[in-house]
């Protein structure tokens, strides 16, 4: 008898076996739909990425390879920079306190800027020489700032 207990013992761990793989086998097969999705989810992630990168990186390529300015440009915009801040630094007194009885003098200095902006850049862009541009942004820059001080005397004589 002890026989026939053994041998059924040893069926019954083999059907326990044999059961046991199966799920083993089902569980190996989620795991691989599962690590399958994973990738899939990967790959559309960074196609996501690389779409949503993509324009900006090629918007910092074309920044950094247009970035050194010629120099009569460079040299332009540093007067156009100083023109632009000294307009906006008599606009300030101009209407300090929210003062707006000078509008139209404010409005005489920002146009002028914008006249000055675009000789500035006709005299960037003419012909000549390098200092010759020069010279012509300082005297446009001279002359603007000469017509805002002249604005501003009509409000404070001193």
């Known amino acids: 008898m002890r026989k026939k207990a053994l041998l059924a013992q040893n069926i019954s761990l083999f059907e326990q076996l044999e ?3 199966g799920q083993n086998a089902l569980k190996d097969k989620r795991i691989k739909e599962l690590e399958d999705k994973v990738n899939a ?3 559309e992630k ?3 990425q690389t ?3 993509e324009p900006l990186e090629r918007l910092k390529e074309k920044v950094e390879n247009n970035k050194k300015l010629q120099p009569e440009f460079e040299y332009a915009s540093e007067v156009i920079g100083k023109l632009v801040i000294e307009a906006a630094n008599c606009s300030n007194k101009l209407t300090s306190g929210g003062n707006t009885d000078h509008r139209e003098l ?3 200095l920002l146009g002028k800027t914008e006249v000055a902006k675009a000789e500035i850049l006709a005299a960037a862009t003419g012909e ?3 200092e010759a541009k020069n010279a012509k942004a300082d005297a446009i820059c001279e002359e603007t700032l000469d017509y805002y001080r002249s604005v501003l ?3 404070d004589p001193s």
């Open 106 to 108: 404010v409005n005489l």
């Open 51 to 53: 779409v949503s990168t």
């Open 153 to 155: 005397a009509q409000i």
């Open 46 to 48: 960074k196609k996501e």
């Open 19 to 21: 059961q046991l793989r």
């Open 41 to 43: 989810l990967s790959s």
């Open 128 to 130: 000549g020489d390098l």
